[in-house]
């Protein structure tokens, strides 16, 4: 069995942050342009939320940082604070008493709430799940970090890599050229990979945080797409499926990043889009692209491990036995596949068809913990200790199943749970599930 190893994400972030053009605002600036991000991003669902809060503290004990540090900052609701006074003072049915009660945000609440809306959120929506009014907290820290953004306040190493990105179409300097020579390298091992089709039904995306390191998961996902025989490409002016305009909270860097996979898909008239095995990718494409195109997308939106379950279960996909000491595994979700996408059952199917002894994390499907390193936070040099704390949680529940080998479908939470091994000196073998699928077709 090959397992995949992506690059160290701190060090690519802290060699990003080097690179970041700073932008010079006054502090007067910085609170008007976050006001003005938080006002855009409010919605009506948000102003109810945000009256019909009954702090009952439920969000606390779902958070992966509030379990693993007991702080009580780490509370989920309690991270859209500035969201909620800005909304006080200027859209609540009393605001013209509040402001005569209350101040208004500052630079400094802004730079107090920047390790809450970054580092202590993955963005995960375990709080969302759990919250006994269906209070979309995730969504409202994402308005927190776009009016961060917007003010200039971002962490660096995500802005920076925003600003490229957006810019020039790459990421660390990985774009359409490395792509070119990646593809080259596949087919040096006898794997056909169409880029740049003119029509193709399907278009796969890839990621940059996959090839920065090697060709292994764009070889993977080739090898399986030339089996099922279906007439697909990957396409130099867009395959990228990370979009750090969404991590960084830059809405226009996140709709420029997202337009440029959908121009690709149309271009190619596909029917369908395969996302690439990262976490935050799903969602933004999925929900969000369309919303921020202004236009229903004409194509369908799927996660590899969706895509491989669905094949599977039409008899087209067919794989054997998996050998190699992929006998005995566990299931880690990925936050964004699973407790937003939906998609559980695919990737268990996937696995039983593979014949592997399943034993689930007590946390398993919907309730799934997560690892701590989404939503950027695994780029944050500021958030390594608190990452570290969070994962102590995954690792005990992965320890609890005996499973020598733990599967995911994400490349954050492959590097992540990669990173977790080379701290603590872990014995897991860590594996993406396309990795598994293509060592092993039928
Ligand atoms: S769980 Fe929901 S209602 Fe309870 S404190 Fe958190 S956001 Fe408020
Ligand atoms: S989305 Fe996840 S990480 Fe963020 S506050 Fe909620 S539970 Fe915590």
Redesign the pocket.
């Known amino acids: 069995m090959s397992a995949t190893t992506i690059p160290d994400y701190g060090t690519l972030g802290e060699r990003a942050a080097a690179g970041l053009k700073p932008r010079a605002l006054s502090d007067e600036q910085k609170v008007a342009k976050a006001k003005e991000a938080f006002l855009a991003g409010m919605t009506a669902d948000m102003a109810t939320y945000l009256e019909s809060c009954i702090h009952c503290g439920m969000?606390a004990e779902?958070?992966?940082?509030?379990i693993a540090t007991g702080e009580a900052k780490?509370t989920?609701i309690f991270?859209v604070e500035p969201l909620k006074k800005v909304y006080r003072r200027e859209l609540a049915p009393l605001r013209a008493f509040n402001r005569f009660v209350s101040r208004d945000i500052t630079v400094q609440d802004l730079e107090d709430w920047k390790e809450l809306a970054y580092d202590?959120?993955?963005?995960?929506?375990?709080?969302?799940l759990l919250c006994p009014m269906g209070i979309h907290?995730?969504s409202m820290?994402q308005v927190v970090r776009n009016g961060l953004a917007a003010a200039g306040m971002a962490p660096a190493e995500l802005q920076a890599v925003s600003d490229e990105q957006k810019d020039k179409g790459s990421i660390l300097g990985a774009g359409a050229d490395k792509l070119r020579e990646v593809v080259e390298r596949v087919r040096a091992k006898g794997i056909e990979v169409p880029l740049d089709k003119d029509k193709a039904d399907v278009l796969v995306l890839s990621s940059a945080l996959d090839f920065l390191k090697d060709e292994s998961v764009l070889a993977a996902t080739a090898k399986v797409m030339n089996k099922l025989g279906v007439s697909w490409t990957i396409r130099s002016d867009g395959f990228e499926s990370a979009n750090f305009g969404a991590l960084s909270g830059d809405v226009q860097a996140q709709k420029r990043i997202s337009k440029r996979v959908i121009d690709a898909a149309m271009a190619a008239g596909a029917k369908k889009v395969i996302v690439a095995e990262c976490g935050h990718a799903y969602p933004v494409l999925r929900w969000e692209a369309a919303t921020l195109y202004g236009k229903t997308l004409p194509f369908e939106i799927l996660s590899v491990a969706e895509y491989l379950g669905q094949e599977l279960k039409a008899g087209r996909l067919k794989v054997k036995k998996a050998g190699n000491g992929a006998s005995h595994v566990t299931f880690h979700d990925p936050?964004k596949l699973g407790r937003m996408g939906g998609s559980f059952d695919e990737s268990r199917d996937v696995l039983r068809a593979l014949g592997v002894k399943l034993t689930e994390m007590e946390s398993h499907g919907r309730t799934n913990l997560?690892c701590g390193g989404g939503?950027g936070v695994a780029m944050l040099k500021s958030a390594l200790p608190l990452r570290q704390k969070a994962f102590e949680l995954k690792r005990e529940e992965v320890e609890r199943t005996g499973a020598p080998t733990v599967v995911t479908a994400c490349n954050t939470c492959m590097q992540n749970l990669e990173a977790g091994k080379a701290w603590l000196n872990w014995d897991k073998d860590i594996v993406n599930l396309v990795q598994l699928v293509s060592d092993n077709l039928a």
């Open positions: 969000c779902a958070c992966h940082f509030y780490y989920p991270k202590s959120c993955t963005q995960c929506g375990r709080c969302s907290i995730q820290i936050c997560c939503g």
